[in-house]
């Protein structure tokens, strides 16, 4: 049944977040493969250390999930969560405004 198919508790999110050093050059190499290896993988930037991708199916998650942890980085911390659909679209997000520059005072002419 294709109803069933594409249900929103069978359709899967895979969020991938992480927090790795920066500190060196070899650092800063292994952060950039990371993030590239991710995005070859079909993964999108939800937020600057998260990245997501859309699952059909658990199965399909879980190549997935396998497929980033083959390739993790040494150092770092990197977290992986697995939701459904469903779960995802109940998610909130919250946008605060941009800081405004405030305008410069123009030079003030004094006459005498």
Same mark, same amino acid.
Request: hydrophobic content about 40%; overall charge positive.
């Given at each position: 049944?294709?109803?069933?198919?594409? *249900?929103?508790?069978? $359709?899967?999110?895979? @969020?991938?977040?992480?927090?790795? #050093?920066?500190?060196?050059?070899?650092?800063?190499?292994?952060?950039? @493969?990371?993030?590239? =290896? @991710?995005?070859?993988?079909?993964?999108?930037?939800? =937020?600057? *250390?998260?990245?997501?991708?859309?699952?059909?199916? *658990?199965?399909?998650?879980? $190549?997935?999930?396998?497929? $980033?942890? *083959?390739?993790? #980085?040494?150092?770092?911390? $990197?977290?992986?969560?697995?939701?459904?659909?469903? =779960?995802?679209?109940?998610?909130?997000?919250?946008?605060?405004?941009? #800081?405004?520059? @405030? #305008?410069?005072?123009?030079?003030?002419?004094?006459?005498?």
């Amino acid at each position: 049944m294709i109803g069933e198919r594409f *249900s929103e508790y069978r $359709v899967m999110w895979i @969020l991938v977040f992480f927090d790795l #050093p920066t500190e060196t050059k070899k650092d800063k190499k292994a952060y950039a @493969l990371f993030r590239k =290896q @991710l995005q070859q993988d079909g993964f999108t930037m939800f =937020q600057f *250390s998260i990245y997501i991708r859309h699952c059909s199916s *658990s199965e399909n998650a879980a $190549v997935h999930i396998k497929r $980033v942890k *083959s390739f993790l #980085p040494k150092y770092g911390e $990197v977290g992986i969560l697995c939701v459904t659909d469903k =779960q995802f679209g109940s998610m909130e997000l919250f946008y605060g405004e941009k #800081p405004q520059e @405030l #305008p410069t005072a123009g030079q003030q002419l004094e006459l005498f």
